[in-house]
């Protein structure tokens, strides 16, 4: 009997684990709410899914300052680079957190800060590179407190 | 404005510097009021700019999604020795500049 529930249990939280990995694998959730401003940055051009990676704590206590760590692949050659990183929010009062521009001289496109947050909710990050192409990645981060709830 | 910029002093040619800053300053974000019931205007450090030897190799417009005192890291390449100039400004129009000695070897 209490072998089989052992069982059970690790059935259970192996399939929680695949349901886990889906939801990482999910296509952009947030783009739809953010569409306006993805078309002010593409210009009506395709956004494609990948190249960016966007690493976020998956769940952070307080959206006050969670880090961001933006890594994009590309050669930085001048053939070829990132020329524009732009991070949106899904639920921010304003969804444009930030622009980063960069150049061939920087080697290596990669960019770290400190977000405020507000509320659970999926990260876009939108690579803009040289050949003209848009490449974009989301993370979703769950938030207990927000940042635009003042504790005072 | 205050700020906090770690750069490494001495780099090889070609090689990556990791450039990391933090400036002191409170990103208020303008959905804020004071203990009158008043507005607290909006107030961030909205661009960034860092010149190498005069060249611009990296740029940051930021809002106010961005935290307060905030902190960047990023990269650039050594191509020779000189200065990183960083300039910022904010909502209120105060400026701020700084410059970093760089040692490239090699």
């Known amino acids: 009997m209490l072998n089989r529930s052992r069982r059970r249990f690790l059935a259970a939280s192996a399939a929680g684990a695949l349901i886990g990995h889906a939801r990482v694998c999910r296509a952009l959730p947030a783009i739809d709410g953010l569409k306006p401003v993805v078309e ?43 020329r524009a990183i732009h991070v949106l929010s899904e639920k921010n009062p304003r969804p444009i957190i930030a622009v980063f521009h960069l150049n061939p001289q920087c080697g290596r496109a990669e960019i770290a800060t400190r977000v405020r947050l507000n509320g659970a909710q999926n990260l876009v990050v939108i690579a803009a590179m040289s050949d003209g192409t848009f490449w974009a990645s989301s993370a979703e981060v769950i938030v207990t407190e927000t940042a635009c709830l003042d504790a005072t | 404005m205050l700020a906090r910029i770690q750069v490494p002093s001495e780099v090889k040619r070609g090689e990556l510097i990791t450039v990391r800053l933090a400036i002191q300053h409170p990103m208020e974000t303008g959905f804020r009021y004071d203990h009158m019931g008043r507005v607290i205007p909006k107030n961030v450090v909205n661009t960034l700019t860092c010149r190498y030897n005069g060249v611009e190799v990296f740029r940051a417009e930021m809002g106010s999604g961005i935290s307060a005192n905030p902190y960047l890291q990023f990269y650039t390449r ?21 410059r970093v000695a760089i040692t490239v070897i090699g």
């Open chain 1, 40 to 82: 002010k940055i593409t210009g009506g051009a395709d956004l494609r899914e990948g190249r960016v990676t966007v690493d976020v704590p998956h769940l952070s206590d307080n959206g006050h300052s969670v880090p961001l760590k933006i890594t994009v692949t590309s050669a930085m050659s001048e053939r070829e680079y990132v």
């Open chain 2, 78 to 98: 050594a191509v020779a020795s000189g200065e990183l100039v960083f300039d910022w400004a904010d909502d209120a129009g105060e400026r701020a500049s700084e």
